[in-house]
């Protein structure tokens, strides 16, 4: 079973072409966060695949709590694959307490590089540049894809001091200080058609008069402002201007 949490595609597209490739179903964790509930069946699979999206150099923290809120029996095999823009520092460190804790059976963490989507800080590239970034990945998904069917673990990465430091006190900055939603807005361009509330996985988001507020739980997943159909959306001026950025379907 491959269970996967997705912003804006990246991982959810990886967590598809894996599934693909090792015939297993692909479900989406999102359904699971905004019930608040854990994975039933966790202990009846003949292993555990999960692709998620880097989150300040870790996995995002509602995700570790529901896999800590699942029951797990036995040592499932679980793997990690998680997409990200740069690099995924220590976080196979956290994922491998997280499996000691859970009862899970470590079988690797797979860094998968694609495009950058963060643009509440960062930049995103144009359309043509992430195909191109997306075609680059789609080698490694494949080889991590042929390692879990094959039931062989996934080759931890090489993490030194700035993986470490990144992953722990930035990581900690970054959730406390970083991870926040007053800056969100909306242009006079917003028609209240409510996705952005709809999509939500933390349900941060109400309709108020036709427009969107946020509530205070937001997890910085972007999935709001990069999809958007009017493009109304901002985060504060960091966005303007940007490409926003959604998974290209790319089959190869």
Known sequence: MIYYFSGTGNSAFAAERIGEKTGDEVRDLRPLIKAGEGIRDGGEQERLVF?????????????????????????????????????????????????????????????????????????????????????KALPVMDGYAELIAEQKPIPDKHTGMADRIKSSIVNSVFCSLIVRDGKFRVSEDCTGCGRCAEVCPVGDIRMASGRPEWLGRCIHC?????????????????????PRYRCPDIRG
Do not use: Q
């Open 51 to 135: 692709v998620m999206p880097i989150y300040g150099w870790r996995i995002p923290r509602i995700v570790e709590s529901l896999i800590r809120r699942s029951h797990f029996t036995g040592k499932t095999p679980a793997y990690f694959v998680l997409t990200c823009g740069s690099d995924m520092g220590n976080a196979a460190a956290y994922v491998k307490r997280l499996c000691a804790d859970t009862g899970l059976l470590y079988m690797g963490c797979g860094e998968l590089v694609m495009p950058e989507n963060y643009i509440a800080m960062f930049n995103a590239p144009e359309e043509e540049e992430a195909r191109e970034i997306v075609k």
């Open 222 to 242: 972007m999935d709001c402002i990069t999809g958007c159909p009017e493009e109304a959306i901002e985060y504060g001026d960091i966005s303007t201007g940007k």
